[in-house]
C-alpha cells in the first residue's frame, strides 16, 4: 500500500537560512506526490506536485521538491526562509485508485526565527 | 482558488446530539472528500463521494455517515457526536489536475 513518512515533526530555522522538509514514500508504482502546506487556522494549499514529468518539481513561494526514486524520497527545500514560511507542511501520496483518495504524512511543523 | 465553502465554521456541541456539517463547491467536480485532522495524524479520509448519491467509506468512517443529494453539496452527518470526534473537518474536491484535491477552509467541531 501506498505511504509516506515525514522524518521531522518539527523544524526550525532562522530565516534568510535553507529549509529542509524530509518525506520518504512507499509504493509499488511510480506514485503521484504532493506537498501541502497550512498556515495556523487556515485550509490546506497545494505547494506542488509530482507526477513523473520531472524529477525536480518547482512550486509556489520559492519552495522545490526532487523525486528520488533510489532514495524512495520527496523532500522540500527552499533556499532562503522567510518568516511567512512559519506553518504546517504536509507529504502526501496519491493511492493511485480511480477515486483519487490520497494518503497524508503527519505533518512538519516550520517554525522560522527572526 | 477552488470555490469550496463549509459551514459551519465553527460548532460547539454536546455529547450525544447529532451534527451535521456541509460542503458546498461551485467547480462542478464529480468527486469529494470529507477528512478529519487531528495533531499527529495528518488528514485522514472519512468519507468519499463520486457522483450524486455515490458514496463510499474511508479509513475512519466509524460514527459518521453522508449524502450528497446534488453535484455541489456533500454533507457530513455525526449521528451521535462523542468527544473522540473534536476535531477539524475538511472538505476537498478533486480539480483540474485529476488528483489533485483542493481544501475547503476547514470546520472547528468541540464536542462537550
Known amino acids: 500500500a501506498q505511504s509516506v513518512t515525514q522524518l521531522d515533526s518539527h523544524v526550525s530555522v532562522s530565516e534568510g537560512t535553507p529549509v529542509l522538509l524530509r518525506c520518504n514514500y512507499s509504493?509499488?508504482?511510480?506514485?503521484?506526490l504532493f506537498w501541502y502546506v497550512q498556515h495556523p487556522n487556515k485550509g490546506l494549499q497545494l505547494l506542488l506536485k509530482y507526477t513523473s514529468a520531472a524529477t525536480l518539481v518547482k512550486g509556489i513561494n520559492g519552495f522545490e521538491a526532487e523525486f528520488k526514486k533510489s532514495e524512495t524520497s520527496f523532500h522540500l527545500t527552499k533556499p532562503s526562509a522567510h518568516m511567512s514560511d512559519a506553518a504546517e507542511y504536509f507529504c502526501?501520496?496519491?493511492?493511485?485508485?480511480?477515486?483519487?483518495?490520497?494518503?497524508f504524512g503527519a505533518g512538519t511543523t516550520v517554525t522560522v526565527r527572526a | 482558488d477552488a470555490g469550496i465553502t463549509q459551514s459551519p465554521r465553527h460548532k460547539v456541541t454536546e455529547t450525544g446530539t447529532p451534527v451535521t456539517l456541509r460542503c458546498h463547491q461551485t467547480?462542478?467536480?464529480?468527486?469529494m472528500y470529507w477528512y478529519r485532522q487531528d495533531p499527529g495524524h495528518g488528514l485522514r479520509l472519512i468519507h468519499y463521494?463520486?457522483?450524486?448519491?455515490?458514496?463510499d467509506k474511508g479509513e475512519v468512517s466509524d460514527g459518521y455517515s453522508v449524502s450528497r443529494s446534488k453535484t455541489e453539496d456533500f454533507l457530513l452527518t455525526l449521528e451521535s457526536a462523542t468527544s473522540s470526534q473534536t476535531s477539524v473537518y475538511f472538505c476537498a474536491i478533486t480539480g483540474g489536475g485529476g488528483e489533485t484535491q483542493y481544501f475547503g477552509p476547514g470546520t472547528r467541531l468541540l464536542v462537550l
Open positions: 509504493s509499488s508504482y511510480s506514485p503521484s
Open positions: 502526501v501520496v496519491s493511492l493511485g485508485s480511480n477515486d483519487y483518495k490520497l494518503s
Open positions: 467547480e462542478n467536480h464529480r468527486y
Open positions: 463521494s463520486y457522483g450524486v448519491k455515490d458514496t
